[in-house]
C-alpha cells in the first residue's frame, strides 16, 4: 500500500512536495516555491531541513537534489531521515539518518559513523537517491552505486518507520551553500530507475 500524504501536505492544498519550511533549521532559508534551500548564516556548521512528504511502504521512489552552489570543499549532505533525525547537524549524524557525503572521496553517513562510498560531487551535480523496501541507494549524474533495479550494493539497508527527504547545508561563506529538491518527474534531469516512482505522485 502507497504511504499516505502527511498532514502539512495535505494542508497545503495537495501533495505537492518541497522542502518544509515548519521542519527545518532556521538557519536555512527557502525559495522557489520551498524547492530551493539557502544556509542563511556564516557560522559554520551543519543544519538541515526534511521534506513535507515521508514515506514508509515497499514500493520504489525517487527525487533528485542539484547542487545549485557549493564552496569547494564541498561539504554539503543528504538522503532520508526519519523525523527524529536533528536538524541542527548532518544527516546521518544520528541513528534516524542515512546520507551521502559530497567530500572526502564521497562517502555515506549513519549514526554519525561515515565509510568510503561513491564520489565526491559538487556545484551543478544532480544526485538521484532511491528507496525501496528498507534500502537506499545515491547515484550521482545517473551513475548509480549499486543497482537499484537489480536490488543489489545499497547504501543501507534495513530502514525502518517513515523516512522524509532531507538536506544538509555547511554555511554561508561564498559562495553560499544552497540545493534544490526535484520531487515531481517533470522535474527530474534523470529517468527513475524500473520499478521506481516520483516522490511527490501529484
Known amino acids: 500500500m502507497r504511504s499516505m500524504p502527511s498532514f502539512i501536505a495535505l494542508a497545503s492544498g495537495g501533495t505537492s512536495v518541497t522542502w518544509n519550511p515548519s521542519d527545518k ?8 516555491s520551498n524547492l530551493r534551500a ?10 538541515s531541513a526534511r521534506a513535507t512528504l515521508g514515506k514508509n511502504d515497499t514500493d520504489g521512489w525517487y527525487f533528485e537534489v542539484i547542487i545549485t552552489a557549493m564552496e569547494s570543499g564541498g561539504y554539503q549532505m543528504l538522503g532520508i531521515a526519519t523525523s527524529s533525525a536533528g536538524l541542527g547537524n548532518y544527516v546521518g549524524a544520528d541513528a534516524y539518518g542515512w546520507g551521502y557525503y559530497g567530500a ?5 553517513a549513519n549514526s554519525g559513523t561515515l565509510t568510503a562510498y561513491g564520489s565526491n ?3 551543478s551535480d544532480v544526485i538521484g537517491v532511491a528507496y525501496k523496501n528498507g534500502k537506499v541507494w545515491f547515484a550521482k549524474n545517473n551513475t548509480w552505486n549499486g543497482s537499484p533495479e537489480a536490488d543489489t550494493g545499497a ?3 534495513g530502514i525502518t518507520g517513515e523516512v ?3 538536506l544538509s547545508l555547511y554555511d554561508a561563506v561564498a559562495p ?5 529538491g526535484r520531487f ?11 520499478g521506481f516512482s516520483a516522490w511527490d505522485p501529484s
Do not use: H, W
Open 25 to 32: 533549521s532556521a538557519d536555512i532559508t527557502l525559495s522557489e
Open 38 to 47: 539557502t544556509r542563511n548564516t556564516g557560522a559554520y556548521g551543519y543544519r
Open 104 to 108: 572526502e572521496g564521497g562517502k555515506k
Open 121 to 123: 560531487f559538487a556545484q
Open 155 to 157: 547504501a543501507f539497508t
Open 164 to 166: 522524509f527527504p532531507m
Open 176 to 180: 553560499v551553500d544552497s540545493a534544490n
Open 184 to 194: 515531481k518527474s517533470s522535474a527530474f534531469s534523470y529517468s527513475p530507475p524500473s
